[in-house]
Structures are given as structure tokens and as C-alpha cells.
């Protein structure tokens, strides 16, 4: 039911930014209802919980992107931002935007078993 299109991706220098967008849709839709985040996940690696955001704005952030990293809500477009600063080559991988099953507030573990729903993903490469 719910749709999550993810764009922003793309190839960048270590040191640069790119911001990523997700836009939510579907047939009768809150989109500030749950929890939302993203993810990322390397070539052979486990995706790992990367940000996530509550209904009420309370946010969270992996130990390995704080300080280099802001989620954010525009919820008057349902659309969810990830900007990413300072970025290294170890944030490369394909980033997935996510809503969770349940509840508007997120879990204190931000991980793939609370997800309702996965965009299809934007690749980041993040060259040295």
C-alpha cells in the first residue's frame, strides 16, 4: 500500500555531500504516523540502521554516521531527507528509505525486523 522512492544517490569524493529524498504515497496515508529512517547495506555486508526519526520528531543515529549525517521530515510533502556530510569511502552502499510496522515511536534498535516497508534503494559511492 505504501510506496517509498528514494533518489539522491550518486558518486562523490571523499569529503563531499549528497542529500537523499524519500517520498512517501498511498491510498489513505499518514505519512507522520510511524516511525521512519533509512538504511544501508554494502556489497556483502548486513544492512544496518543508518537514522531514524518518530512522529513526534525524536531522532536517532548510528554511532558511525553521528555528526555527519541529519534526518529530517517535510511532512507537509511526505518526503524524508538524509543529508550526508563529510562522507567516506565506508558510507558507500545502497541506502534505503523505511517505515516501520508499528507504532509512531521508533524501536531503541533501529533494525530491518521493525520495517513495514523498503524503497528499492539508492546507490551512494563514496571514492578516496
Known amino acids: 500500500q505504501v510506496q517509498l522512492v528514494e533518489s539522491g544517490g550518486g558518486s562523490v569524493q571523499a569529503g563531499g555531500s549528497l542529500r537523499l529524498s524519500c517520498v512517501a504515497s498511498?491510498?489513505?496515508?499518514?505519512?507522520?504516523?510511524?516511525?521512519m529512517g533509512w538504511f544501508r547495506q554494502a556489497p556483502g555486508k548486513e544492512r544496518e540502521g543508518v537514522a531514524s526519526i518518530g512522529s513526534t520528531g525524536r531522532i536517532s543515529y548510528a554511532d558511525s554516521v553521528k555528526g555527519r549525517f541529519t534526518i529530517s521530515n517535510d511532512n507537509s510533502e511526505n518526503t524524508l531527507y538524509l543529508q550526508m556530510n563529510s562522507l567516506k569511502p565506508e558510507d558507500t552502499g545502497t541506502y534505503y528509505c523505511?517505515?516501520?510496522?508499528?507504532?509512531?515511536?521508533?524501536?531503541?534498535?533501529?533494525?530491518?525486523?521493525?520495517?513495514?516497508?523498503w524503497g528499492k534503494g539508492t546507490l551512494v559511492t563514496v571514492s578516496s
Open positions: 523505511a517505515r516501520a510496522r508499528f507504532g509512531g515511536r521508533c524501536p531503541a534498535r533501529w533494525d530491518v525486523n521493525a520495517v513495514g516497508y
Open positions: 498511498a491510498y489513505t496515508f499518514s505519512y507522520n504516523s510511524r516511525c
